[in-house]
């Protein structure tokens, strides 16, 4: 069984300031794929990045970035120098392959960003 | 955007109704999935398809069915609704090609059971 934890369940921030969301998963599989999607007010799920378990380079996206561990299992998410419209709902997912593949999410970390 | 739709956007229904919600998408993808999304949850799965009349259960699956006789249809059937399905459902497809892996999400439908 897979299972995907975000520990954090509220995180308030004032703007500018840098903020990690942390995201521990557990599976079986050797090949997966985790996930990290943001959900704001609006309520629409928005696709931020996918990193497969072979790949474990760090990745940068402008303010956002990606830290991926095999070693401990996470793959924690940095956003750096926070903004107000960063507020959401953020989720972490772990994707497991083969035929029959399906998507498990963490339960969510409501980031709130404070002007 | 990928071309996914769900109807109704809203609904409001009696406990012991049944109720379908439809999810459309355009892309041909093979996976298609219905999750249902609660506070202190997160997204849950409900039922998933990876191929037109190839359904399978997901962690929340009771009380709910599905049927996929199109590729490009998902419904999700609720025979007698509960308050405890009181909920946001998303509809998600995907067709996880190599390097192309991820799931695309539709807006939603927010079900009342009163």
Redesign the interface.
Same mark, same amino acid.
């Given at each position: 069984a897979q299972k995907v934890t975000q520990a954090q369940t509220e995180i308030s921030v004032v703007e500018k300031e840098d903020v990690t969301l942390d995201c521990v998963y557990e599976t079986r599989d050797t090949t997966y794929y985790l996930f990290w999607y943001k959900q704001p007010p609006s309520g629409e799920l928005v696709f931020l990045i996918r990193r497969n378990s072979f790949d474990e380079q760090n990745e940068i996206s402008g303010r956002y970035s990606w830290n991926f561990q095999k070693s401990t299992s996470s793959f924690n998410f940095t956003i750096t120098a926070s903004q107000v419209v960063d507020s959401a709902v953020y989720f972490c997912a772990l994707y497991q392959t083969g035929a029959n593949s399906k998507l498990t999410f963490g339960k969510g970390i409501t980031l709130s960003v404070r002007p | 955007d990928a071309g996914i739709t769900q109807s109704p956007r809203h609904k409001v229904t009696e406990t012991g109704t049944p109720v379908t919600l439809r999810c459309h998408q355009t892309e041909n993808h093979r996976?298609m999935?219905w /999750?249902r999304q609660d506070p202190?949850? !997160? $997204?849950? $799965?409900i039922h /998933?398809s990876?191929g037109v009349k190839d359904t399978?259960k !997901?962690e929340v699956s009771d009380g709910y069915s599905v049927s996929r006789s199109k590729t490009e249809d998902f419904l999700l059937t609720l025979e007698s609704a509960t308050s405890s399905q009181t909920s946001?459902y *998303?509809c998600?497809i @995907?067709d996880?090609r190599i390097g192309n892996?991820? $799931? *695309? *999400?539709g @807006? !939603?439908t927010q079900l009342s059971v009163l």
């Amino acid at each position: 069984a897979q299972k995907v934890t975000q520990a954090q369940t509220e995180i308030s921030v004032v703007e500018k300031e840098d903020v990690t969301l942390d995201c521990v998963y557990e599976t079986r599989d050797t090949t997966y794929y985790l996930f990290w999607y943001k959900q704001p007010p609006s309520g629409e799920l928005v696709f931020l990045i996918r990193r497969n378990s072979f790949d474990e380079q760090n990745e940068i996206s402008g303010r956002y970035s990606w830290n991926f561990q095999k070693s401990t299992s996470s793959f924690n998410f940095t956003i750096t120098a926070s903004q107000v419209v960063d507020s959401a709902v953020y989720f972490c997912a772990l994707y497991q392959t083969g035929a029959n593949s399906k998507l498990t999410f963490g339960k969510g970390i409501t980031l709130s960003v404070r002007p | 955007d990928a071309g996914i739709t769900q109807s109704p956007r809203h609904k409001v229904t009696e406990t012991g109704t049944p109720v379908t919600l439809r999810c459309h998408q355009t892309e041909n993808h093979r996976y298609m999935y219905w /999750y249902r999304q609660d506070p202190g949850h !997160g $997204l849950r $799965l409900i039922h /998933y398809s990876y191929g037109v009349k190839d359904t399978d259960k !997901g962690e929340v699956s009771d009380g709910y069915s599905v049927s996929r006789s199109k590729t490009e249809d998902f419904l999700l059937t609720l025979e007698s609704a509960t308050s405890s399905q009181t909920s946001v459902y *998303f509809c998600a497809i @995907s067709d996880m090609r190599i390097g192309n892996e991820k $799931l *695309f *999400f539709g @807006s !939603g439908t927010q079900l009342s059971v009163l």
